[in-house]
């Protein structure tokens, strides 16, 4: 996968569908983010229950799909100041707390697994 160095993020506010592939989230991204899918960002999606998240990012090849499932916690999702924002903007670092499972801001983590025995 071929990253660019200093990416740009989108996160989507809204729920998704994550039976959706590829070709439905690009759809998802030039409707609702009014982007180009193919133009090197990183497109993020969340289901409902805030415990799978998807990435979409084209690099000069085709086209990525990279998939969290989460067992017992939630993604914090960034907030916005406009309540109508279809999408929020974050930097690489908040994108690695919220995959992280730490809520941007506020650096609390989220409940974490018991061990393994």
Same mark, same amino acid.
């Given at each position: 996968?071929?990253? /660019? ?11 998704? #569908?994550?039976?959706?592939?590829? #070709? ?11 982007? =180009?899918? @193919? ?7 969340? =289901? !409902?229950?805030? =415990? ?6 084209? #690099?000069? +090849?085709? $086209?990525?799909?990279?998939? !969290?499932?989460?067992?017992? $916690?939630?993604?914090?999702? /960034?907030? &916005?100041?406009? %309540? =109508?924002? +279809? ?8 994108? &690695?707390?919220?995959? @992280?499972?730490?809520? +941007?801001?506020? $650096? ?5 697994? %018991?061990?393994?025995?």
């Amino acid at each position: 996968m071929i990253v /660019p160095r200093e990416p740009r993020i989108y996160v989507a506010k809204s729920a998704v #569908d994550l039976r959706w592939g590829i #070709d439905r989230l690009a759809g998802v991204v030039v409707e609702h983010f009014g982007r =180009n899918p @193919r133009d090197g960002a990183l497109f993020v999606f969340v =289901n !409902k229950a805030r =415990n799978r998240l998807k990435i979409l990012f084209y #690099d000069a +090849t085709g $086209a990525w799909l990279l998939y !969290k499932r989460l067992d017992r $916690a939630r993604f914090p999702l /960034p907030v &916005t100041i406009d %309540p =109508n924002d +279809t999408h929020v903007v974050v930097s690489p670092e908040e994108l &690695t707390s919220l995959l @992280r499972g730490l809520e +941007t801001g506020r $650096a609390r983590p989220m409940r974490r697994l %018991p061990p393994l025995h």
